[in-house]
């Protein structure tokens, strides 16, 4: 099976735009998690979503957005962008459990300038 | 709230040594899993190894294998017969069922393999 693949792998943008990105999930796959990798944040949670539906939701403000199709692909979008929103933006894909197994996408390094 | 905690920043070991990552967790729930997964400097975070906290058999995948002990909430990896390819960022992870996939990650241990 092909694995987590995300769109674009490097995005460059200046504050006070906005952005999306995509991620499709492994096949078969109904779960897609989002997380932001900073250093000095660390790995957060953004959001999760499960059959076109937010499941689960991280502690980040209502500028974060996602989506997720049918087919279970699944794109998150960032308006109104912050210095501070420079990160790599991981996607992860499970099968559907409540408690299963992630796999990561290769990420999206966004930039903001 | 679930906390991971990875005391060691850093660590090395040289080729073909062993060597042993720790963690520790917080957690009041009895039913989660925990993970190990490695990003090398591609980025790309990849699953090292599993284990179910109702498992009392400690996981092991080839050179990789687990030190789960439930009641000290500690979670260590060892890494046998060292590899250059094994050098990466390692981050444990728990998730639980009461938060739905929702990975909580460790600080993170960066791995040297010396040749």
């Known amino acids: 099976k092909a694995g987590v693949t995300q769109t674009p792998r490097y995005l460059i943008k200046t504050r006070g735009q906005q952005v999306t990105l995509s991620c499709s999930p492994i096949?078969?796959?109904?779960?897609v998690s989002w997380y932001q990798q900073t250093p000095g944040q660390g790995l957060q949670f953004l959001f999760e979503?499960?059959?076109?539906?937010?499941?689960n939701k991280g502690n980040f403000p209502g500028r974060f957005s996602g989506r997720q199709f049918s087919n279970s692909r699944s794109e998150m979008n960032v308006s109104t962008l912050e210095l501070g929103d420079s990160a790599l933006y991981l996607c992860?894909?499970?099968?559907?459990?409540?408690?299963?197994?992630?796999?990561f996408g290769p990420g999206t390094r966004l930039t903001v300038l | 709230a679930q906390t991971v905690t990875q005391s060691q920043p850093e660590m090395s070991v040289q080729e073909a040594e062993t060597v042993t990552l720790s963690c520790t967790y917080d957690?009041?729930?009895?039913?989660?899993?925990l993970f190990w997964y490695k990003q090398p400097p591609s980025r790309q975070m990849i699953l090292v190894i599993r284990?179910?906290?109702?498992?009392?058999q400690n996981a092991t995948e080839n050179r990789f294998s687990v030190n789960f002990q439930k009641a000290a909430k500690s979670f260590s990896l060892k890494i046998s017969d060292s590899q250059l390819g094994d050098a990466a960022m390692y981050f444990c992870?728990?998730?639980?069922?009461?938060?739905?996939?929702?990975?909580?990650f460790g600080e993170g241990t960066q791995l040297t393999v010396n040749p």
């Open positions: 992860a894909s499970s099968p559907g459990l409540a408690i299963d197994t992630q796999y």
């Open positions: 096949s078969g796959h109904r779960s």
């Open positions: 979503y499960f059959s076109e539906t937010q499941r």
């Open positions: 957690t009041s729930e009895s039913d989660y899993y």
């Open positions: 284990q179910e906290a109702y498992k009392q």
């Open positions: 992870a728990y998730i639980q069922e009461t938060s739905g996939s929702r990975l909580t």
